[in-house]
């Protein structure tokens, strides 16, 4: 089936957790193997794609807080293609 990965590194190679999404209507945990790592984030949309609701999760959840601190001293940009999700 299908899963989208949301994804982000900066400049400087380092990468945030990824955000997986499956199709599906509730997270089935047996879908993730128990090797992965506990950073990483689950969801779930009627396709596997990814959604205005899930693209807000990652940036609220994902993005915000993890470059918070590297933006006190610096600015941050966000570079996104231009899937609906991501304005």
């Given at each position: 089936?299908?899963?989208?990965?949301?994804?982000c590194?900066?400049?400087?190679g380092?990468?945030l957790?990824?955000?997986?999404?499956?199709?599906?209507q509730?997270?089935?945990?047996?879908?993730?193997?128990?090797?992965?790592?506990?950073?990483?984030?689950?969801?779930v949309?009627e396709?596997g794609?990814?959604?205005n609701t899930?693209?807000?999760?990652?940036?609220?959840?994902i993005?915000?807080?993890?470059t918070?601190?590297?933006?006190?001293r610096?600015?941050r940009l966000?570079?996104?293609?231009g899937?609906?999700?991501h304005?």
């Amino acid at each position: 089936e299908w899963v989208t990965d949301i994804e982000c590194i900066n400049a400087a190679g380092k990468a945030l957790p990824p955000l997986l999404i499956f199709k599906g209507q509730n997270l089935n945990s047996g879908w993730i193997p128990p090797e992965m790592p506990d950073d990483w984030h689950y969801g779930v949309s009627e396709n596997g794609w990814t959604s205005n609701t899930l693209g807000l999760h990652w940036l609220v959840r994902i993005f915000e807080p993890l470059t918070r601190r590297e933006g006190v001293r610096h600015r941050r940009l966000l570079i996104a293609d231009g899937h609906g999700s991501h304005i």
